[in-house]
């Protein structure tokens, strides 16, 4: 199958679904990471041309240690609005990727651009088939399935879905602190609640895989919610 996995910012995907990812690279699958902004506020101190270059390059790194193509649709952080350009925008990534499945943001998060990305991905999965909305990458005849994961710290979510991560936790961690800057950026801005000291800020994808994998019986895991269910109340199960 063909793997996308959609954040609204570089150290998204990776910090909520690295580990999913990573196993469906070991299966054999493609897996497509992407982003819809550059990252270009992230820096106390870069210029926003610099920090952009710096995170996307980080987000290409996290991508290779899977074997993971990354593309970035490029758009400002925190400057992100939905138009007819983003929709094609989005349509095209997601018809260069084939997509079978798309992993991307609760549609409730924190940040508008994760719930933006969250809501553009799922307005336009029915469109992908459509030849009369014109891109550069062809359509195809499938709807992706989508999943949603993580919010922040695992507020107010509740999976539906959980994926056993634990043979590839660290290959997870690993992505997550290929995004330095990141680290650095939230120990900048964010020190009442990342602290000081390094690598605090992703220490804390840690608790919350350990958590999941308490709820489910495993070491590590990761939580999802299928679109379709987002709003059903069900019992959980554990993806194969």
């Not at 074997?67 to 094609?88: N, Q």
């Not at 994808?205 to 990761?222: D, F, K, N, P, S």
Request: aromatic share 10%.
């Amino acid at each position: 199958m063909n793997i996308l996995a959609i954040g609204a910012h570089p150290d998204d995907v990776e910090s909520c679904a690295g580990g999913t990812l990573a196993k469906y690279a070991k299966a054999g699958h493609k897996v497509f990471t992407a982003t819809a902004t550059n990252g270009n506020i992230g820096s106390a101190t870069l210029p926003m041309e610099e920090i952009a270059r710096i995170r996307k390059e980080e987000a290409r790194n996290a991508a290779a240690l899977i074997g993971a193509e990354y593309v970035c649709l490029d758009y400002d952080d925190e400057m992100f609005f939905e138009d007819k350009a983003a929709r094609l925008k989005f349509i095209n990534l997601v018809r260069y990727c084939k997509a079978d499945v798309i992993l991307t943001h609760n549609p409730v998060d924190y940040n508008p651009d994760h719930e933006l990305t969250s809501k553009i991905i799922n307005d336009i999965a029915v469109m992908i088939p459509i030849a009369k909305l014109k891109t550069d990458s062809p359509p195809y005849d499938k709807i992706p399935a989508i999943f949603y994961f993580e919010s922040a710290q695992g507020l107010g979510f509740v999976p539906a879905e959980y994926v056993d991560i634990t043979d590839v936790f660290e290959t997870k961690m690993a992505m997550c602190y290929a995004h330095k800057s990141q680290d650095q950026w939230m120990k900048d801005n964010f020190t009442e609640t990342v602290g000081k000291n390094e690598g605090n800020y992703f220490e804390s994808v840690r608790i919350t895989a350990a958590y999941r994998g308490m709820q489910c019986g495993v070491q590590y895991a990761e939580g999802f919610i299928a679109a379709n269910d987002a709003f059903r109340v069900r019992p959980y199960r554990i993806l194969p």
